[in-house]
C-alpha cells in the first residue's frame, strides 16, 4: 500500500505542475486549493499554489526549477495524505478528471539523440489540422 501512495504522491505532483502551466489551470485551482487546504482557509491555500505556479510558468523550460516546484508538492501531498488517508481518494478523482487519456492503440515513442535542445519541446499524441491528404493511389 505505501508503494500505492508513493505512486500517487508522484503522480499528483507531477499532474499538478502540469496543470499550472495549461488553461486547465483555472478549472482545477479550487479543487486543488481545497484538497491541499483540508481546513484551512481556501483563499489562502489557493494563493500558496499560484505562487508555485507563477514559478512554473516563469520557469520556461528549465527543468531543475520545475522540478524544484514538483518536488514542493511532493512533500505537501505527502504530508496530506499521513495527516488523512481518507484524501488519496480525492486526489486520485483529481488526477483521473485532469490527466489526458492516451487514444487505445496509440504507442508514443520518443528519441533524441545527438543533439542539444534550446527551447521548447513539445510532446502530443496527435496534433490536427486542415491539411488533407491526396487519396491513396490503388
Not at 16 to 34: C, D, K, N, P
Request: net charge negative; hydrophobic share 40%.
Amino acid at each position: 500500500m505505501e508503494a500505492e501512495i508513493a505512486q500517487l504522491v508522484t503522480t499528483g505532483a507531477t499532474t499538478v505542475v502540469g496543470l499550472m502551466a495549461t488553461e486547465a489551470w483555472t478549472q482545477a485551482r479550487s479543487r486543488l486549493a481545497a484538497l491541499f487546504g483540508r481546513g484551512r482557509d481556501a483563499e489562502e491555500v489557493s494563493a500558496e499554489l499560484e505562487e508555485i505556479r507563477v514559478e512554473v510558468v516563469r520557469a520556461d523550460g528549465d527543468a531543475e526549477l520545475v522540478g524544484d516546484q514538483a518536488a514542493e508538492l511532493r512533500n505537501r501531498l505527502r504530508r496530506l495524505l499521513r495527516q488523512d488517508p481518507q484524501a488519496a481518494a480525492e486526489l486520485a478523482a483529481l488526477l483521473r478528471e485532469f490527466t489526458p487519456r492516451q487514444q487505445p492503440g496509440t504507442t508514443v515513442h520518443n528519441e533524441m539523440n545527438h543533439g542539444t535542445i534550446h527551447g521548447s519541446v513539445v510532446q502530443a499524441g496527435s496534433i490536427t489540422h486542415n491539411y488533407q491528404s491526396p487519396p491513396p493511389k490503388d
